[in-house]
């Protein structure tokens, strides 16, 4: 025991020499995922890090010269460095192997414009928007390399296309102005004049609001005699222009030049309504004096003036009344009026002219007071009533005007007494109903507005305002019911859209202050009824479809959102509800389809990026439920390039690498979520994991105990590793030692083999083919108890639902020991003793098949191994059964059980006592318990119950027999396991 002592303390510092010696080198011998390379130096270079992201990227290419994306990165650095040929060699690498590679396209597209390589810049800009054909950025790439190459006519054509495809966009719609203008001062200068008159009319309509454009098309036309074209040009440009003053002038001048001086005053006139410009008011004045020179000479008005001033006759005194009247000159108008009043007396016509002037003039009071003076003085005049019922309504509009609605009622009432005029009567009530309403008198409100349905039940104001009232008084149910009534009983269909209109304008509030209230039930009763009443409101459909959802009525939420869809189908809400609606039955494939090409018109509309990367998400974790992390990496890559900080879906990422078994990226992506204060802990553990799982290097320790049952003796086997992983091989190295306490002669031994010192050196070589198949070769030597040499090969598979196979073969020199006696006559009359062991060797061969599924934190496997020992067959069958109940991936509760007529493959190996032909047993116990990243733990409790057979020999030394003592054994076994991960 003190050499087995000895030499494990010996055997401990060689594998912590071993582990400090991987320790130091493990930065430059290290080998990581191309992911990991892409991601640090994308990061670096980001960071404006460039030589130490190419450090890392020339040991990235050096290992894996073919990967696109670091191709890809190399040339972006000799881009920047501007040694084009290199960064051109290293793109089209990228490019070759990823022909939608969009990132280093660009760059060819960039080092090929700065070579002036030109063809070459379009090719690769023509792939790209095969790609993605409406990316605007390409399109303005292309037109910028055309003109660059010479190419002018197939750049203005690609740009007028441009247009066609983003008719709305203004920087667009701005280089396509600028590139027309250029064409048209050059066409100017050459002296084309019909080609610039053409380019002019495009710009006009291209460029509406540009006042110099009209003016400079209305001179061209002018010029080439098109008058009446110039004429319309210019109106034209007023339209579009109201506040022109250059424009409209320009027309009025033109339309002076032909003396159509009337239709140019009128023109003028009409517009200094809303243009309170100086310069148009002088230019009127002008163009008003001039026309006056033109026609004074043949005005009679001017003639009959003449004509009273000498003779002062009726006739010319009745022709400068009525005309000065009907011409509106008021001053003339009241001097001939004074002069006809002075000969003839008051008359009700020339009152009545009179208040007309006085009207005219905006003599508000003089004018009242006239007309109230004519009533008086003819009170069956139904003309005079009304026209004094209307200016007592045109009195009360002003007080309503300036919110004196109290001052208007008695003018109002007037209006409604005295007129006989329905229309003036029925404007009269109507205001009268108003002025109640803002003064909320709604009771009398409510009397006019009966009283006007009694006389005037045609009046299709009438339910709407009744239900205003309603609403205004906190009545909103009989509001509504009165609409509903309205609705129902109407046979005016005209009418049918004002009442469904009056309807949402208060049935909205009502809704709203429901879901406030939380009478969400109600709520979407009262949306449902809105939508029965009007189907296409944009705020029913949201209510109906947020209560819907709000109360788990799926089907009406999936009803609604089809309708709301049907009717604004281009509407970014009802565009995300309806991914909602494919989201709750977990068709994200078909609620991402809808979503992504929205995002090219929207992609910073928050709610529309939420959805997109919701779906995405669940939709990249139901792909890693079906075992397609590939894909589901391609998903939340898409997603992350609109929400690129987007902490769920860098986990779901990070959750496909660990599906893949590429757990350095898995950590890299997954630390960045933020987990919650109950899932902090747990998450924490999963990461260390990760991280531990990541690690490129292992050492562990092992420590093998078994004792008999029925017998104080203690079987040992102490084992060192060192495992070194890169992207896709594992290497193994092992050493195993086992002392054995035995008798060498005398004496009568119990035990099965020889004392003495056994060393094994074990090595191993896994290989991963792809995502799904793998292979091993084992190799091992030993100088005594364990088997003398060991060759073993192994293919596995992994499947996509889980389950994993492998197919295995071993071949084993193994050795078995026999005692040998001798006669010792040294006492009494002599017998036989145990002389020492004779050991042979034998050719073990197995085969076996190995299975395994694992359902979610638990693994179950098994397998069955057949061997053959001197020609005949052996079988043993093992299972096992793992349960996780930490997220860190290591830590477990092992269960396991063999039987068979040889023995398990560990006993075997591990030196450890056992047998073949008979019936063999085993179950264990144990787990695994992981205490941080670096250091995990295990310990294995194990019963074996196998079939013994000792010789002896009994006799005389002439006449002896061969004895062979058979039993059953117990052996229990436990192992202690250290595992250093770094």
Same mark, same amino acid.
């Given at each position: 025991?003190?050499?087995?002592?000895?030499?494990?303390?010996?055997?401990?510092?060689?594998?912590?020499?071993?582990?400090?010696?991987?320790?130091?080198?493990?930065?430059?011998?290290?080998?990581?995922?191309?992911?990991?390379?892409?991601?640090?130096?994308?990061?670096?270079?980001?960071?404006?890090?460039?030589?130490?992201?190419?450090?890392?990227?020339?040991?990235?290419?050096?290992?894996?010269?073919?990967?696109?994306?670091?191709?890809?990165?190399?040339?972006?650095?000799?881009?920047?460095?501007?040694?084009?040929?290199?960064?051109?060699?290293?793109?089209?690498?990228?490019?070759?192997?990823?022909?939608?590679?969009?990132?280093?396209?660009?760059?060819?597209?960039?080092?090929?414009?700065?070579?002036?390589?030109?063809?070459?810049?379009?090719?690769?800009?023509?792939?790209?928007?095969?790609?993605? $054909?409406?990316?605007? *950025?390409?399109?303005?790439?292309?037109?910028? /390399?055309?003109?660059? =190459? !010479? @190419?002018? %006519? +197939? &750049?203005?054509?690609?740009?007028?296309?441009?247009?066609?495809?983003?008719?709305?966009?203004?920087?667009?719609?701005?280089?396509?102005?600028?590139?027309?203008?250029?064409?048209?001062?050059?066409?100017?200068?050459?002296?084309?004049?019909?080609?610039?008159?053409?380019?002019?009319?495009?710009?006009?309509?291209?460029? $509406?609001?540009?006042? *110099?454009?009209?003016?400079?098309?209305?001179? /061209?036309?002018?010029? =080439? !005699? @098109?008058? %009446? +074209? &110039?004429?319309?040009?210019?109106?034209?440009?007023?339209?579009?222009?109201?506040?022109?003053?250059?424009?409209?002038?320009?027309?009025?001048?033109?339309?002076?030049?032909?003396?159509?001086?009337?239709?140019?005053?009128?023109?003028?006139?009409?517009?200094?309504?809303?243009?309170?410009?100086?310069?148009?008011?002088?230019?009127?004045?002008?163009?008003?004096?001039?026309?006056?020179?033109?026609?004074?000479?043949?005005?009679?008005?001017?003639?009959?003036?003449?004509?009273?001033?000498?003779?002062?006759?009726?006739?010319?005194?009745?022709?400068?009344?009525?005309?000065?009247?009907?011409?509106?000159?008021?001053?003339?108008?009241?001097?001939?009026?004074?002069?006809?009043?002075?000969?003839?007396?008051?008359?009700?016509?020339?009152?009545?002219?009179?208040?007309?002037?006085?009207?005219?003039?905006?003599?508000?009071?003089?004018?009242?007071?006239?007309?109230?003076?004519?009533?008086?003085?003819?009170?069956?005049?139904?003309?005079?009533?009304?026209?004094?019922?209307?200016?007592?309504?045109?009195?009360?509009?002003?007080?309503?005007?300036?919110?004196?609605?109290?001052?208007?009622?008695?003018?109002?009432?007037?209006?409604?007494?005295?007129?006989?005029?329905?229309?003036?009567?029925?404007?009269?009530?109507?205001?009268?109903?108003?002025?109640?309403?803002?003064?909320?008198?709604?009771?009398?409100?409510?009397?006019?507005?009966?009283?006007?349905?009694?006389?005037?039940?045609?009046?299709?104001?009438?339910?709407?305002?009744?239900?205003?009232?309603?609403?205004?008084?906190?009545?909103?149910?009989?509001?509504?019911?009165?609409?509903?009534?309205?609705?129902?009983?109407?046979?005016?269909?005209?009418?049918?859209?004002?009442?469904?209109?009056?309807?949402?304008?208060?049935?909205?509030?009502?809704?709203?202050?429901?879901?406030?209230?939380?009478?969400?039930?109600?709520?979407?009763?009262?949306?449902?009824?809105?939508?029965?009443?009007?189907?296409?409101?944009?705020?029913?459909?949201?209510?109906?479809?947020?209560?819907?959802?709000?109360?788990?009525?799926?089907?009406?939420?999936?009803?609604?959102?089809?309708?709301?869809?049907?009717?604004?189908?281009?509407?970014?809400?009802?565009?995300?509800?309806?991914?909602?609606?494919?989201?709750?039955?977990?068709?994200?494939?078909?609620?991402?389809?809808?979503?992504?090409?929205?995002?090219?018109?929207?992609?910073?509309?928050?709610?529309?990026?939420?959805?997109?990367?919701?779906?995405?998400?669940?939709?990249?974790?139901?792909?890693?439920?079906?075992?397609?992390?590939?894909?589901?990496?391609?998903?939340?890559?898409?997603?992350?390039?609109?929400?690129?900080?987007?902490?769920?879906?860098?986990?779901?990422?990070?959750?496909?690498?660990?599906?893949?078994?590429?757990?350095?990226?898995?950590?890299?992506?997954?630390?960045?979520?933020?987990?919650?204060?109950?899932?902090?802990?747990?998450?924490?553990?999963?990461?260390?994991?990760?991280?531990?799982?990541?690690?490129?290097?292992?050492?562990?320790?092992?420590?093998?105990?078994?004792?008999?049952?029925?017998?104080?003796?203690?079987?040992?086997?102490?084992?060192?590793?060192?495992?070194?992983?890169?992207?896709?091989?594992?290497?193994?190295?092992?050493?195993?030692?086992?002392?054995?306490?035995?008798?060498?002669?005398?004496?009568?031994?119990?035990?099965?083999?020889?004392?003495?010192?056994?060393?094994?050196?074990?090595?191993?070589?896994?290989?991963?083919?792809?995502?799904?198949?793998?292979?091993?070769?084992?190799?091992?030597?030993?100088?005594?108890?364990?088997?003398?040499?060991?060759?073993?090969?192994?293919?596995?598979?992994?499947?996509?639902?889980?389950?994993?196979?492998?197919?295995?073969?071993?071949?084993?020199?193994?050795?078995?020991?026999?005692?040998?006696?001798?006669?010792?006559?040294?006492?009494?009359?002599?017998?036989?003793?145990?002389?020492?062991?004779?050991?042979?060797?034998?050719?073990?061969?197995?085969?076996?098949?190995?299975?395994?599924?694992?359902?979610?934190?638990?693994?179950?496997?098994?397998?069955?191994?057949?061997?053959?020992?001197?020609?005949?067959?052996?079988?043993?069958?093992?299972?096992?059964?793992?349960?996780?109940?930490?997220?860190?991936?290591?830590?477990?509760?092992?269960?396991?059980?063999?039987?068979?007529?040889?023995?398990?493959?560990?006993?075997?190996?591990?030196?450890?006592?056992?047998?073949?032909?008979?019936?063999?047993?085993?179950?264990?116990?144990?787990?695994?318990?992981?205490?941080?990243?670096?250091?995990?733990?295990?310990?294995?409790?194990?019963?074996?119950?196998?079939?013994?057979?000792?010789?002896?020999?009994?006799?005389?030394?002439?006449?002896?027999?061969?004895?062979?003592?058979?039993?059953?054994?117990?052996?229990?076994?436990?192992?202690?396991?250290?595992?250093?991960?770094?």
């Amino acid at each position: 025991m003190r050499k087995f002592g000895c030499l494990l303390i010996g055997l401990i510092c060689f594998v912590s020499i071993v582990g400090v010696y991987a320790f130091n080198i493990i930065e430059k011998d290290d080998v990581h995922t191309p992911d990991y390379y892409e991601s640090n130096v994308r990061s670096m270079f980001g960071r404006e890090q460039w030589e130490a992201g190419k450090q890392l990227l020339d040991e990235g290419l050096s290992i894996y010269p073919d990967v696109n994306g670091l191709n890809e990165l190399c040339g972006r650095y000799h881009y920047r460095k501007k040694d084009y040929d290199t960064a051109r060699y290293f793109l089209v690498r990228a490019v070759r192997d990823n022909p939608e590679n969009v990132e280093a396209k660009q760059l060819l597209i960039k080092v090929e414009d700065e070579t002036r390589n030109y063809s070459s810049a379009i090719c690769y800009v023509n792939e790209l928007l095969e790609i993605n $054909p409406y990316w605007q *950025g390409l399109w303005r790439k292309k037109i910028e /390399l055309y003109r660059k =190459q !010479g @190419n002018v %006519e +197939e &750049a203005d054509r690609l740009l007028r296309r441009l247009r066609q495809i983003y008719p709305n966009d203004s920087t667009v719609q701005r280089d396509y102005v600028y590139r027309l203008e250029e064409s048209y001062q050059e066409r100017r200068k050459s002296g084309d004049k019909e080609k610039a008159v053409a380019l002019l009319r495009d710009l006009v309509e291209v460029s $509406p609001q540009n006042e *110099g454009y009209y003016l400079d098309l209305v001179n /061209l036309l002018l010029q =080439q !005699g @098109n008058t %009446e +074209e &110039a004429i319309q040009t210019a109106g034209v440009g007023v339209s579009r222009i109201p506040r022109s003053s250059a424009l409209i002038i320009k027309k009025a001048s033109i339309l002076a030049e032909e003396a159509r001086y009337q239709e140019a005053m009128a023109f003028v006139k009409s517009r200094m309504r809303t243009n309170r410009d100086g310069h148009l008011v002088r230019f009127y004045n002008l163009l008003l004096a001039e026309a006056a020179n033109a026609a004074r000479m043949n005005d009679p008005y001017v003639l009959y003036g003449k004509v009273y001033e000498t003779s002062k006759s009726d006739e010319a005194l009745d022709y400068m009344l009525n005309t000065a009247v009907t011409r509106g000159y008021n001053d003339d108008a009241l001097y001939y009026l004074a002069e006809a009043k002075r000969r003839r007396g008051e008359q009700t016509s020339l009152l009545y002219k009179e208040y007309l002037v006085y009207k005219r003039m905006g003599n508000t009071a003089k004018a009242y007071t006239l007309l109230s003076n004519l009533v008086k003085m003819n009170p069956e005049d139904a003309d005079l009533a009304d026209e004094f019922a209307r200016n007592q309504l045109q009195q009360a509009s002003e007080l309503v005007s300036d919110g004196f609605y109290a001052e208007a009622l008695p003018y109002l009432k007037g209006a409604v007494r005295g007129g006989y005029d329905d229309e003036t009567k029925l404007a009269a009530l109507d205001k009268t109903y108003a002025c109640y309403y803002e003064l909320r008198r709604y009771d009398d409100a409510l009397a006019v507005l009966d009283s006007i349905h009694e006389e005037y039940p045609d009046y299709g104001g009438y339910f709407v305002k009744k239900a205003d009232v309603f609403s205004r008084r906190g009545q909103t149910s009989e509001a509504l019911d009165v609409l509903n009534l309205a609705m129902s009983d109407t046979v005016q269909t005209e009418l049918y859209p004002m009442y469904a209109a009056a309807y949402e304008e208060i049935a909205i509030p009502y809704i709203k202050e429901l879901i406030e209230r939380g009478a969400s039930g109600r709520a979407f009763g009262e949306s449902v009824h809105l939508l029965e009443v009007n189907p296409s409101s944009y705020e029913g459909l949201q209510y109906a479809i947020g209560m819907s959802d709000r109360l788990d009525r799926h089907e009406d939420y999936d009803a609604y959102v089809s309708q709301a869809r049907s009717i604004y189908p281009e509407d970014i809400d009802f565009i995300v509800k309806q991914a909602a609606s494919y989201s709750r039955t977990e068709d994200y494939r078909r609620a991402v389809d809808l979503l992504r090409p929205q995002l090219d018109d929207y992609p910073d509309n928050d709610g529309l990026v939420g959805a997109f990367a919701e779906n995405s998400e669940l939709m990249a974790l139901q792909l890693i439920k079906e075992h397609e992390p590939d894909s589901a990496i391609a998903v939340a890559d898409t997603a992350l390039l609109f929400d690129e900080n987007n902490e769920s879906l860098l986990l779901a990422k990070g959750t496909a690498y660990e599906a893949m078994h590429r757990y350095d990226s898995a950590y890299f992506y997954q630390r960045k979520y933020k987990p919650g204060i109950e899932e902090a802990e747990s998450f924490k553990r999963h990461i260390d994991g990760l991280l531990s799982r990541s690690y490129r290097n292992e050492i562990s320790l092992e420590y093998l105990q078994g004792r008999y049952g029925e017998e104080d003796v203690i079987t040992s086997v102490a084992s060192a590793s060192y495992i070194r992983k890169n992207a896709y091989n594992l290497f193994t190295g092992r050493i195993n030692y086992a002392g054995r306490d035995g008798s060498t002669s005398g004496g009568d031994p119990e035990d099965q083999v020889s004392g003495g010192v056994g060393l094994q050196l074990q090595g191993g070589w896994e290989h991963r083919f792809s995502r799904k198949w793998a292979g091993t070769l084992t190799a091992a030597w030993a100088n005594k108890y364990f088997p003398k040499i060991t060759v073993g090969l192994q293919a596995a598979y992994e499947a996509d639902n889980g389950l994993s196979l492998d197919i295995h073969a071993m071949y084993r020199r193994i050795s078995t020991y026999s005692k040998t006696f001798r006669w010792d006559d040294s006492y009494g009359e002599g017998g036989w003793v145990f002389n020492g062991w004779d050991r042979s060797n034998h050719n073990l061969f197995s085969a076996g098949l190995g299975l395994s599924k694992v359902w979610n934190q638990i693994l179950v496997g098994g397998k069955a191994d057949a061997y053959l020992l001197s020609s005949r067959f052996y079988v043993n069958a093992s299972a096992q059964l793992k349960y996780y109940p930490l997220e860190d991936g290591r830590t477990n509760i092992t269960v396991t059980g063999a039987v068979g007529t040889a023995p398990e493959a560990d006993m075997i190996d591990y030196a450890m006592p056992s047998s073949f032909d008979r019936l063999n047993t085993m179950v264990g116990l144990g787990g695994t318990y992981m205490f941080n990243s670096h250091l995990s733990g295990g310990v294995m409790g194990t019963w074996h119950t196998f079939y013994t057979q000792l010789n002896n020999r009994t006799g005389t030394r002439t006449k002896y027999v061969e004895n062979i003592d058979t039993r059953y054994k117990n052996l229990y076994n436990v192992y202690l396991q250290l595992f250093i991960h770094f």
